[in-house]
């Protein structure tokens, strides 16, 4: 262990092996399992990399698909410490490059709030060498109080 993780993210990432090496046996891909355990696969990958909490009935469908101590699969159903790298910093970049334009949008469509961070579905798409990040999002106004 170096001195740039804690304990908790050195066992989210030994979780994280495991469920990839039982993946693997299995010809298993991230979509397959998400669609198994009743998730989107970005949002089961994130629980794989400490940012998001898998539901407990999904965590219990992961162990029995993977045959993995149910503890372990439990553990993704954890509060989240979420972390960043420089993949990360990237998609921030994207956020500091398009953010205000997509706010001033946002406002000229929507009016004066904000997108829900909460009530948000995420998805990935390959294209030749495309991603294509899609942000379907909940349009939240402010209210005079």
Not at 66 to 75: C, D, H, S
Not at 118 to 124: I, L, M, N, R, Y
Request: hydrophobic share 40%; glycine share 6%.
């Amino acid at each position: 262990m170096n001195g740039n993780h804690t304990s908790e993210e050195v066992y989210i990432d030994d979780v994280r092996d495991v469920v990839r090496s039982k993946m693997d046996q299995k010809g298993l891909e991230f979509k397959d399992v998400a669609e198994h355990i009743g998730v989107d696969p970005v949002f089961f990958v994130s629980t794989l990399f400490g940012q998001q909490r898998l539901p407990f009935e999904a965590a219990e469908k992961l162990a029995a698909l993977l045959e993995i101590e149910t503890g372990l699969a439990e553990y993704l159903s954890t509060i989240p410490i979420r972390s960043t790298d420089t993949f990360m910093a990237r998609l921030n970049e994207l956020v500091d490059l398009y953010g205000e334009a997509i706010k001033e949008l946002t406002y000229e469509n929507f009016g004066d709030g904000i997108l829900s961070a909460v009530d948000v579905k995420v998805h990935f798409e390959r294209k030749g060498d495309r991603a294509i990040v899609t942000i379907d999002s909940k349009f939240l106004p402010y209210s005079p109080y």
